[in-house]
C-alpha cells in the first residue's frame, strides 16, 4: 500500500472554510502531533484559535498548553495568521 504525504498548506485548503469549530481542533491536534503534518506550535496554535472563535472551546486548554511552548513572538505570528484567516473566511 502506498502512503502519501500530504504537506501543511495543501491539508488546510482541504478543509472547508464553513467548516465546524471541531473540525479546526482537529487539524490543530495534528500539528501539536506531528500527525500527518510535520510539528508546527505556531499552525496547532492558530486552529485552535480559530476552533475557539467558531464556538469550540475544548480548543481553548490545548491551546493554552501549547503555548506554554512557544516564544512570545510565536504566539503573536499564530493570532495574527488566525486573524487573518478569518477576516478571510
Known amino acids: 500500500m502506498a502512503r502519501f504525504e500530504i504537506g501543511g498548506a495543501e ?12 473540525t479546526y481542533y ?4 495534528m500539528y501539536a502531533a ?5 510539528l508546527d506550535r505556531v499552525a496547532a496554535h492558530k486552529w485552535f484559535n480559530v476552533a475557539v472563535a467558531r ?3 475544548p480548543a481553548a486548554s490545548l491551546r493554552t498548553e501549547v503555548a506554554q511552548e512557544m ?10 495568521e488566525a486573524r487573518m484567516f478569518l477576516t478571510h473566511h
Open 11 to 22: 491539508l488546510a485548503a482541504m478543509v472547508p472554510a464553513q467548516a465546524t469549530g471541531e
Open 55 to 57: 464556538g469550540f472551546r
Open 34 to 38: 506531528g500527525a500527518t503534518v510535520p
Open 26 to 29: 482537529e487539524l490543530g491536534l
Open 71 to 80: 516564544s512570545a513572538e510565536e504566539i503573536a505570528a499564530a493570532q495574527r
